[in-house]
Nanobody, 116 residues
């Protein structure tokens, strides 16, 4: 069983940056996948970025070139560095973890608002 605590959301102007963090309660080294979804008002939840066990990283087309996902094994934390933020990036961002034989675990969500 794992718990995820998210932080780093907030209000930022277009073109600005935020760094989201997702701290896990257990070691993340062997997690099958970790990443971030987001859900904007009235929209379906969409995958933003994911990193899988072998180190492969995938980004949504809208995030590619602007967002970077990374892991800090020492701190059992995954980060999402978001640069060149746009108003359409406004959403609640949810960290997730997949482990073999275990249902997906979700963070509580952190709100990102991109506005002038």
């Amino acid at each position: 069983q794992v718990q995820l605590v998210e932080s780093g959301g907030g209000l930022v102007q277009p073109g600005g940056s935020l760094r989201l963090s997702c701290a896990a309660s257990i070691r993340i080294f062997s997690f099958k996948a970790m990443g971030w979804y987001r859900q904007a008002p009235g929209k379906e939840r969409e995958l933003v970025a994911t990193i899988i066990a072998g180190g492969l990283i995938n980004y949504a087309d809208s995030a590619k070139g602007r967002f970077t996902i990374s892991r800090d094994f020492a701190k059992n934390t995954v980060h999402l560095q978001m640069n060149s933020l746009k108003p359409e990036d406004t959403a609640v961002y949810y960290c997730y973890v997949d482990r073999a034989g275990t249902p997906t675990t979700w963070g509580q969500g952190t709100l990102v608002t991109v506005s002038s």
